[in-house]
Every structure is written in C-alpha cells, then in structure tokens.
C-alpha cells in the first residue's frame, strides 16, 4: 500500500467513502512493514502481515492469514499479479470453494494492467517475458481462468489483455473503470505549499509530469522534445512554458541518466525542475497552477494522475498508449500522439499553438470528461454491480 510504488495502492483508496456510501466494508491484507508511516491516517481496515521476501514476495503469514479469515468474507479481490499473494489467493480459492460445496467467497482479479501486452513485448524485457510465460503456463493462469470475474480500469485494458497469454479463459470480464474524488477547491494555501517545494520556478508558466520517474513513462522522449522545441522556441522570441516532473525515483540509474542527459543542455537545464514526490496541498497547488499535463508514457494502464488533472480542469497531453486516451480524444480533453520523438515534438507543438481562448475551452472540456466518467461515485457503483455480478458498462 506504498504510495511511492504506483496507482494501484492509490485506486484503492478513493474508493473507500464512496464504497461506504453504498453499504459496502473493505478490509486489505497486505505485505506491508505495520510500522509504515503511510499507514497511520487510513480509514480502511489495513491488515499489514510484514513485507514479503525476495523477488517473488513470499510471506509465510499470508496464508495463515488468508485460512483464518477469509469465511468473513463476501468477496474476495486479488489486487495485481506476478507475486506470492495472487499464487496463494488462488490456492485458498480452490480449497475454500472445495470445502464450502458453492458458497465459497466470489473470487475477483484486477490485474491493473499487469496483462498488458506491452510487457511481453518491451525490448528491454525479454528476460522477464520468458520468465512470465512459463510462471503463466504453471501458476497465474489457474487464477484467471478459475476466478469469477476479472476487473478492468477501462475497456482498452479489458481488450489488451486478450492479446497477451494462452490458454486465457476469464469467467467474465468487467469495466469496472476507475477513478478519484472530486479534489478539494483550489485555495492559495495550495499554490504556496507547493511554491516553497519549488522556488526557483518563480511562478512562471509550467508544463506539469506527475508520476513515477520510470523508463515506461518515456520521460527520456519528454526531455529530449523539450530541450530541441525550447531552443527553437526561443530563438523566434517566444517563451516556453517550465517542465516540472514530479514524483519519486530521480535517484535510481534511470533518474540519473535523465539529470545527465539534462546537463548536457545547460540553458534547458535551467527550465526544468525536481521537486521530488509530492502530496496534499502540494500536489494540488502544481495541478491547479500548471498549464497542462504531460504524460508520454510507453505503457500506462490508466492513469490516475491524468484523471486528477482532468478533475483540475487541465487539458492532458497524453501518449496514445495511456489506455484511456481514447476518452480524452473524443471528449477533446487534451491532445493525443504517438509515444515517440515525433509524437512528443507534436504534443508540445500543437500546445503551444493553441490560442488562450482554445486552451481554456479545453481545460472546460476535461472537467467535463471528469464527471462524466471518473468521478469515483459512479465507478464505486460498477465495482458493486461487478461484487453482485450485474451486468456493469463491461464486455462480458
């Protein structure tokens, strides 16, 4: 439940109210230290057994956990994939179905964009695709194929994912979608808190990445269009808006060969800004204060913070492979291209040519879109139409 790992943990917990709301109580099990700082200011029951070991995350107090607990339940939902929880989800599923003759827990899988086939198919993974294929044939695909139901953040997800394993056989397949709270009212206790983390920005015009600094994100591609469109952006007299990317991981290798990459470029470097993860006000005061979002990610399962965007009234500036980019198109929330150079390059082109007028009608757009498909209300009512096995927005 580590926020710096991802969205998942954080989809999660924007359920929780809304879930309330419709007589639904959630309890997590979870291989998390019970020490955990982020763990102190949850609303959900957290039952945090202590980090698991290795790569494969094996924890021996799972499965006394998962024996002693799990007839409390209605539904079960394994979260994520590739690891020892959903290996021992699906044994408890088979002996709990065996030992309570059909009223056993319904069993549900969200696999958050773990079968998507880019991660078979990534150059720089082929080592890990062999080792999928086989932990596939022998382990993962008995959970898929013998759960009650797959969840799906979007209908992109739940279509990609037929493309990647054999035998691949879901009961069912549910859209449930995804999605956040209406974020709380600008205020400039926002725009402060989130200044003091950033100084050097001086409040001028900025570009917002918010996200994971990750290889699949193609921050490499962003920086690179940034750096070549500045310097013929300023060489005709015009300004550029600053590139702020936020978010954990500028310490591993790949952080590190972006700040190189960025000091190559000494006039550019001054444009572009680290403020680290950033959450609360912080986070709130960046989305408000931006221009607009960019993600130009090689793989993105959804994208929670494309979504928060949305809800600030940003247009995006999104990869057509962020797997609701189709909603963004057709609301005309942001603009859509290629996850390359030349994408990238259209991306920061096609914004900057915009007129005011246009970017605003835009940002008008993407609150729009916000409420008609991510406001966590409605996305809580599906996940309760898939807990009850009714027919949701899904392709079943």
């Given at each position: 439940?580590?926020p710096?790992?991802?969205?998942?943990?954080q989809?999660?917990?924007?359920?929780d109210?809304?879930?309330?709301e419709?007589?639904?109580?959630?309890?997590?099990?979870?291989?998390?230290?019970?020490?955990?700082?982020?763990?102190n200011k949850?609303?959900?029951?957290?039952?945090?057994i202590?980090?698991?070991?290795?790569i494969?995350r094996?924890?021996?107090?799972?499965?006394?956990?998962?024996?002693?607990?799990?007839?409390r339940?209605d539904?079960?939902v394994?979260?994520?994939?590739?690891?020892?929880?959903?290996?021992?989800?699906?044994?408890?599923?088979e002996?709990?179905r065996?030992?309570?003759?059909?009223?056993?827990?319904?069993?549900?899988?969200m696999?958050h964009?773990?079968?998507?086939p880019?991660?078979?198919?990534?150059?720089?993974?082929?080592?890990?695709?062999i080792?999928?294929?086989?932990?596939?044939?022998l382990?993962?695909?008995?959970?898929?194929n013998?759960?009650?139901?797959?969840?799906?953040?979007?209908?992109?997800?739940?279509?990609l994912?037929?493309?990647t394993f054999w035998?691949?056989?879901?009961?069912k397949?549910?859209?449930?979608?995804?999605?956040i709270?209406?974020p709380?009212?600008?205020n400039?206790?926002?725009r402060?808190?989130?200044?003091?983390?950033?100084?050097?920005?001086k409040?001028?015009?900025?570009l917002?990445?918010?996200?994971?600094?990750?290889?699949?994100?193609?921050l490499d591609?962003?920086i690179?269009?940034?750096?070549e469109?500045?310097?013929?952006?300023i060489s005709?007299?015009?300004?550029?808006?600053k590139?702020?990317?936020?978010?954990?991981?500028?310490?591993?290798?790949y952080?590190?060969?972006l700040i190189?990459?960025?000091?190559?470029?000494?006039?550019?470097?001054?444009?572009?800004?680290f403020?680290g993860m950033?959450?609360?006000?912080?986070?709130?005061?960046?989305?408000?204060?931006?221009e607009?979002?960019?993600l130009?990610s090689?793989?993105e399962n959804?994208?929670?913070?494309?979504?928060?965007?949305?809800?600030c009234?940003?247009?995006v500036?999104?990869?057509?492979?962020?797997?609701?980019?189709?909603?963004?198109?057709?609301g005309?929330?942001?603009?859509v291209?290629?996850n390359n150079?030349?994408?990238?390059?259209?991306?920061?082109?096609?914004?900057l040519?915009?007129?005011m007028?246009?970017?605003?009608?835009m940002?008008?757009?993407?609150?729009?879109?916000?409420?008609?498909?991510?406001?966590?209300?409605?996305?809580?009512?599906?996940?309760?139409?898939?807990?009850?096995?009714?027919?949701?927005?899904?392709?079943?």
């Amino acid at each position: 439940m580590d926020p710096v790992n991802g969205g998942p943990s954080q989809g999660i917990r924007n359920l929780d109210h809304s879930m309330l709301e419709l007589g639904v109580t959630r309890e997590i099990v979870c291989q998390d230290n019970p020490d955990s700082k982020y763990l102190n200011k949850e609303y959900l029951q957290i039952h945090a057994i202590g980090e698991g070991k290795g790569i494969w995350r094996y924890n021996k107090g799972l499965k006394g956990w998962l024996k002693e607990n799990i007839h409390r339940f209605d539904v079960v939902v394994v979260n994520g994939l590739w690891l020892y929880h959903s290996y021992m989800a699906s044994k408890m599923m088979e002996k709990t179905r065996k030992k309570r003759d059909g009223k056993a827990p319904r069993f549900l899988v969200m696999p958050h964009g773990m079968l998507d086939p880019y991660f078979q198919r990534a150059k720089t993974r082929r080592l890990k695709a062999i080792r999928n294929w086989f932990y596939w044939k022998l382990v993962e695909r008995h959970l898929i194929n013998n759960a009650d139901g797959l969840l799906f953040t979007c209908e992109t997800e739940l279509l990609l994912a037929r493309e990647t394993f054999w035998p691949y056989h879901p009961k069912k397949e549910y859209n449930v979608g995804y999605g956040i709270d209406t974020p709380p009212v600008f205020n400039n206790g926002m725009r402060v808190t989130f200044q003091q983390l950033c100084p050097a920005l001086k409040g001028e015009p900025y570009l917002l990445f918010l996200s994971r600094i990750h290889p699949k994100k193609g921050l490499d591609l962003l920086i690179q269009c940034y750096i070549e469109f500045s310097k013929a952006v300023i060489s005709s007299g015009e300004k550029m808006p600053k590139l702020v990317i936020a978010g954990p991981g500028i310490e591993t290798p790949y952080g590190q060969q972006l700040i190189k990459l960025i000091s190559q470029e000494p006039e550019a470097a001054k444009d572009i800004f680290f403020p680290g993860m950033i959450t609360g006000d912080a986070k709130w005061g960046a989305f408000y204060g931006c221009e607009a979002f960019i993600l130009p990610s090689h793989q993105e399962n959804f994208g929670i913070a494309v979504v928060e965007a949305l809800a600030c009234n940003k247009p995006v500036l999104i990869s057509n492979q962020v797997n609701i980019w189709t909603e963004i198109k057709n609301g005309e929330a942001g603009i859509v291209e290629n996850n390359n150079l030349t994408g990238v390059l259209n991306l920061l082109r096609k914004w900057l040519a915009m007129s005011m007028e246009d970017k605003t009608m835009m940002g008008n757009k993407a609150r729009l879109l916000f409420e008609k498909e991510f406001d966590i209300s409605k996305i809580a009512q599906n996940f309760v139409d898939a807990f009850n096995d009714k027919k949701t927005k899904a392709t079943q």
